[in-house]
């Protein structure tokens, strides 16, 4: 199955590219390619673009008795979250669980080996959200980049992460969560 998908972004007035996400499923499984193509070089009209073919991260699975394998509304700041999971396809040195909690305007974030198998977010980084309504993600990262050169010898550099949310016994890991 192939699915195909398209996004554009500009530079900001100073040339810079924004970070940006882009919401897309265009694969159903880990190990298969997405393409990044660009028509010409950053900065250039007249200098042609090219691609970059990346693979996707591993698809991974929460295990059971880990933090939000189950439907969860609430969560405890006072300790910490052992999370535990599988993954569909063997991961790369570039492949991550990201871990990520949102309160108000505070973020907080882990990223740990995916290769690992489990991570520990500590409750320290917890209490730094407050208490109330929130949200949860938590998925598999896979972080690519690439550097290129410009005729005139200028260098560009860009990244980016290809997500797919971890998968849970109710569907993904996202979603609301009252942090207490």
């Known amino acids: 199955m192939t699915s195909t998908t398209s996004e554009a972004i500009e530079p900001e007035s100073d040339g810079d590219y924004a970070t940006q996400s882009f919401d897309a499923a265009p694969w159903m499984a880990g190990g298969e390619s997405i393409t990044v193509a660009w028509a010409h ?3 250039s009209t007249t200098q042609a673009g090219g691609t970059f073919v990346a693979e996707t991260p591993p698809y991974v699975t929460l295990s059971p008795g880990s933090p939000f394998a189950d439907p969860t509304s609430t969560l405890d700041r006072t300790a ?7 993954s569909d396809t063997a991961p790369e040195s570039t492949d991550y669980l990201g871990v990520y909690f949102d309160s108000g305007s505070t973020q907080v974030g882990c990223n ?3 290769s690992a198998g489990t991570g520990v977010v500590p409750a320290a980084a917890l209490q730094t959200l407050g208490a109330g309504a929130g949200s949860f993600d938590i ?3 896979r972080i690519n980049g690439e550097s290129l050169t410009a005729t005139d010898g200028s260098t560009w550099s860009f990244g980016f992460n290809v997500d797919a949310l971890a998968r849970t016994s109710y569907g993904v890991a996202a979603g609301k969560v009252t942090f207490r």
């Open 139 to 141: 998925h598999s990262k």
């Open 41 to 43: 070089f950053p900065g």
């Open 112 to 114: 740990f080996d995916a």
């Open 80 to 86: 910490d979250l052992t999370f535990s999971w599988t």
